[in-house]
């Protein structure tokens, strides 16, 4: 199993220009989160997903759209990107009704 | 927020010695959990303790949980120095399907 992978690994953006952060497990995880590292302030959540089909949105939402039609991939749109977007984002997935979350390797992004 | 907190932020020990670190929540849980994140890594589960569990143990991992003083700890006994990492707390509450990392201790483990 390849586990959960994310593509870039890095990018560099202008302000104003959009982008997919592609997040794929091949785990048959019902779950899948996005979540920003920022220094200092630990991971947060920014959407989730239990199951294709089915988004919601996490503590730092704005900025950013997910959706959810298979149940391997959940992408992370940057609409409009920002530096306030600048960040390490991982994505993560787990089993319905467990806790334990398994995590990409991350995507470094700086948006300029 | 319902981010917690963790303390120290820092922590530098030598090969052999005890790391001690605490993690504080704001809510009420039903279980929390540490990870460990190597430099440039993703987080990896270390180890979960339910909220009627008040300590413990997987190999050199010690927890304990103070749902009265809404704190954790986790202390790593005889470190290596590869278990020099980033660890993180996160806590569930046990509705809603959402996780709140701490701000997690850096660890670093002198040979």
Redesign the interface.
């Known amino acids: 199993n390849a586990g ?1 992978t994310q593509t870039p690994k890095f990018q560099v953006l202008k302000t104003g220009q959009s982008m997919t952060l592609q997040c794929a497990q091949d785990m048959n995880h019902e ?1 899948m ?1 996005w ?1 920003r590292q920022d220094p ?6 920014i959407h ?1 997903s ?1 199951g294709a089909g089915i988004t ?1 949105q ?2 730092v939402p704005n900025g950013y759209n997910v959706s959810r039609s298979t149940t391997e991939d959940f992408p992370l749109r940057l609409l409009s990107a920002a530096p306030s977007q600048t960040s390490v984002y ?1 994505c ?1 997935s787990k089993y319905r009704g467990t ?8 995507t470094r992004l700086t948006v300029t | 927020s319902q981010q917690g907190e963790e303390d120290p932020q820092a922590l530098s020990i030598q090969e052999g010695e005890n790391a001690t670190m605490n993690c504080s929540y704001k809510t009420s849980i039903n279980n929390l959990q540490w990870y460990r994140q190597n430099s440039g890594r993703g987080l990896v589960h270390l180890i979960l303790i339910r909220s009627n569990e008040r300590e413990k143990h997987s190999g050199r991992l010690r927890v304990t949980l103070d749902t009265s003083k809404k704190s954790s700890s986790l202390l790593i006994t005889a470190s290596r120095a590869a278990d020099t990492a980033s660890y993180f707390c996160a806590t569930y509450a046990g509705t809603g399907n959402q996780f709140y990392f701490g701000t997690g201790t850096s660890l670093t483990v002198i040979p």
Not at chain 1, 40 to 45: A, D, F, V
Not at chain 1, 99 to 106: A, N, R
């Open positions: 959960v779950y989160s979540y200092g302030m630990g991971l947060r959540l989730y239990v919601d996490g503590e991982f993560a806790y334990e979350q398994y995590f990409g390797p991350g």
